[in-house]
T-cell receptor, first 112, second 115 residues
Framework: KNEVEQSPQNLTAQEGEFITINCSYS?????LHWLQQHPGGGIVSLFM???GKKKHGRLIATINIQEKHSSLHITASHPRDSAVYIC??????????????FGKGTHLIIQP | DSGVTQTPKHLITATGQRVTLRCSPR?????VYWYQQSLDQGLQFLIQ???????AKGNILERFSAQQFPDLHSELNLSSLELGDSALYFC??????????????FGPGTRLTVL
């Protein structure tokens, strides 16, 4: 079992819909990272979260440390949001990173 | 454009060969990270350097090695290549020691194909 589980694996929605992608992790973290990978392969960092909620434009990320769960929401989705969204757990232990573990990604397609 | 550059963009080579992938971080960033993305394993963290020193190691094979030079660019060396090493290799950089509270900026990746 992967330490970081994402759901759903695949999601197809219509333009304008509210999108939620979930990430659960089994080990304590220092921070959780959401990444977006475009169809061409490029990766963009969306959010780094250690608590609470962050918002950037139509994207919102939340994290619940006690429940070991994070969600990425997209409001008023648009075809240009079509991408793979990857969640990554970071764990830091003094002398260096204890490890970086990635989820397998959620393939999102927004149809016009 | 993230400001992180990687060369080459594509690399095709044969099993048993050795290749070097290069990464130039964003201006002023001291940390460089290397990642491998394959179809079956997804994204995996390989190694991190900070200001020339190795700081964290992930799932990096013994056949692979990396270094960060005084000008902060980094190279990932892959030797005795196997078919399973075919993957996208990403480099990322961040300003500080560990991107725990600051984001990483990813390069465009190098697609390695081992035939």
């Amino acid at each position: 079992k992967n330490e970081v589980e994402q759901s759903p694996q695949n999601l197809t929605a219509q333009e304008g819909e509210f999108i939620t992608i979930n990430c659960s992790y089994s080990v304590g973290i220092s921070a959780l990272h959401w990444l977006q990978q475009h169809p061409g392969g490029g990766i963009v960092s969306l959010f780094m979260l250690s608590s609470g909620k962050k918002k950037h434009g139509r994207l919102i990320a939340t994290i619940n440390i006690q429940e070991k769960h994070s969600s990425l929401h997209i409001t008023a989705s648009h075809p240009r949001d079509s991408a793979v969204y990857i969640c990554s757990r970071r764990r830091y232990s003094g002398g260096g990173a204890d490890g970086l573990t990635f989820g397998k990604g959620t393939h999102l397609i927004i149809q016009p | 454009d993230s400001g992180v550059t990687q060369t080459p963009k594509h690399l095709i080579t044969a099993t048993g060969q050795r290749v070097t992938l290069r990464c130039s971080p964003r201006s002023g960033d001291l940390s460089v990270y290397w990642y491998q993305q394959s179809l079956d394993q997804g994204l995996q963290f390989l190694i991190q350097y900070y200001n020339g020193e190795e700081r964290a190691k992930g799932n990096i094979l013994e056949r692979f090695s990396a270094q960060q030079f005084p000008d902060l660019h980094s190279e990932l060396n892959l030797s005795s290549l196997e078919l399973g090493d075919s993957a996208l290799y990403f480099c990322a950089s961040s300003p500080r020691y560990w991107a725990e509270y600051n984001e990483q900026f990813f390069g465009p990746g190098t697609r390695l194909t081992v035939l």
